[in-house]
Structure formats: structure tokens, C-alpha cells
């Protein structure tokens, strides 16, 4: 299985952010993603777009349908709006043999900060209670745990060791995946494996007190969902990517 993340796609044509064509850096990823080896399944969390506009989510789909055949799974981010991008939500859940990958809902429209709302969290555990023999992996948009960015935490999912203690309890649960951090991110609380990517165009300083660019190329993650219900992975990143970054293009 395909993990992308923060795609942070423009509505208007050759349009960049912070000197990066996000368009370009998404293709890209999926050139090279797509060349290794073909996807059961993509996971998609969120930060879609960066322009919050139905022209962004279009951009998406158009590229998705060019690269992708496999179905794909989408949460929102904190630059993502649900109403324009709510047929990229549907449907919440994908099936594959064995497993079952469940949509965890921690965006608010026009608020970098997360919730979780009590109804989308019975509808994950309703979910993973129906999972009968199969295992499960949980994908979401902030992070349940700290990344050791203070900037970032600030906004990470508040009652997420609540939520992972509840996730826990469930031994079908065996991962949990998210962006939003730009960066590489790899834990687990208990049994369950936390899994954070980098996004697939401009990534974030590890251990960065205040807003801070690195310099490592986008990338991705793929997952292998065995049998057994373990999670391996491996983060990739473009072998060779003309990345130009400029601070001052907001």
C-alpha cells in the first residue's frame, strides 16, 4: 500500500508555494512510487489542498485517475475544507484481504488545530468492532503523538493518548498512519505502530522550535499489511528532484 501526504495542491495553474510546484512534486512521487511496485490501495491524509477550492480538488482527482488505478482512502487536513472536497471522502473505509483501513476525521475547517468528533469516533469504533477476522490500520491527519516540534504539537490531536488507549483496547488495531508533520515520524504505543510521512512536496525541520524548512526531498511511504497483522514500511524519498525552496513565496 501507497502513503502520501500534505500534497498541498494550488487551484490556480502553475501556481507554487514556497517555491515548489506542488503539482510537479505530487507527479513526480507518483512517477516514481508507481515504477517500483503497483498499489492495492492508496492512503491520501490529508492537507490535499492548500487553496481549500473545488479547482484544487479537481487538480487531485485528474492526477489520481492519470497515475493511480488502485482505489484510494482520503481524510482532510487543516488546509483542507470538507464541503469542497466531499466526494473525496466517500467512501471512509477500504477492504483489502485481511485488513480493513478506517478514515479517522482530526481536521476542522479553517483551524490548523484538530478534533475528533464523538461521532466520527463511534463511527472508527463501530468500524473496527465489524472488522470480524480482519486487521485494521487507521489513517488520519494530525498526529496522536508529539513530533518534538513545539510549533507543531500545539495543534497535534489533544486527547490523542485517549484515543490510542481506546484504540488499544481492540487487538485488531495494528497502525495507525497521519501527516501533517512533513517529516518522518515512526513509534508505536503499545502494539500499535505510529507511522507519520513526509509530504510529497516540502518538508518540515526535525526538532524544529519554531517554523523551519529542511532540506530533504518529498517522499513517501509504502506499507506491506501481512497476514499476521504487522505493519512494515519504508519511507522513500525522490532519488533526484530540482527543489528550490523560497520562504517569501506564501
Known sequence: MLHITDLHLRAEPQATLLGVDTDHSLRAVLRQALSEASPDAVLVTGDIAHDPERAAYRKFARIMDEYV??????V???HDVAGAMAQLLEPSELTLPG???VALDSHVDDTPQA??????WDRVQAAIRATDDRWVLVATHHPPVRVDCPWLDKDRIKNGGELLES????????????GHAHQVVETEYRNIA???TPSTCFQFAPRSAEFAIDEQM????????APDGQVVSRVRRLADYPLQIDLSDR
Request: hydrophobic share 45%.
Open 167 to 178: 484504540l488499544s483496547e481492540h487487538p485488531s488495531v495494528k497502525g495507525m498512519v497521519f
Open 194 to 196: 505510529l507511522l507519520g
Open 115 to 120: 478534533d475528533v468528533s464523538a461521532a466520527d
Open 76 to 78: 482532510a487536513g487543516n
Open 99 to 101: 485488513w480493513r483501513l
Open 69 to 74: 488505478v488502485a482505489p484510494y482512502l482520503c
Open 218 to 225: 518529498p517522499g513517501y511511504r509504502w506499507l506491506t499489511l
